[in-house]
């Protein structure tokens, strides 16, 4: 019996499209002096998103590379933001400064594409963003240039239609 038969009679055994795509932003290997010697782990960073408006980023630690990514992006589900966006940008200027890390997100008109470097632009890749600008300013950390990128991502408003704005500015009034 080949496995395609015994996926049509047990649902439970189809294959399941990733929800969500993954990139690796960093992968370290790093060490624990112990009182026997030095352990070795591996630390990876992860961001995954559905390019629809979510995001999200995990850093884990294992004794082998594909467990420490697997870890990271179960991390990476449990901390999923939603992106705020307008045709294909973001709504207006954001500035954030996370430790060392500095990150500025511009909008961009139709057709620029993603004009970014580095980790942010992982980010802004899987988030869904089609145009936009973007500047890393400070440190070269990959890991805390991503958490600086995120953040920035979360402060963005719902830019409100020009009904709505004149209905409140009616209200005000009265």
Known sequence: MNTKDSRRKNPR?????????QQIVDIARVTRVMAGGKRMSFRAC?????????????LAKAKDVP???????????????????VNGTIPHEVYVKLGA???????????????????????LELAGIENIVSK????????????????????LKKKKKKNENIEDKEKEIK
Do not use: C, F, H, W
Request: aromatic fraction near 2%; charged fraction near 25%; avoid cysteine.
């Open 13 to 21: 055994l189809k294959k399941e499209e990733p929800e969500y795509q």
């Open 101 to 123: 890390a500095k990150v500025l997100l511009k909008p961009a008109p139709l057709g620029t594409g993603i004009i970014s470097g580095g980790a942010a632009r992982l980010v």
């Open 136 to 155: 890393i300013l400070g440190t070269n950390n990959k890991v805390n240039n991503v958490r600086a990128t995120l953040r920035a991502l979360e402060m």
């Open 46 to 58: 992860v961001v995954i998103g559905d390019k629809k408006g979510k995001v999200g980023m995990g």
């Open 67 to 85: 467990m420490a990514v697997q870890k990271g992006v179960r991390q990476a589900e449990k901390n999923l933001i939603k992106v705020n966006t």
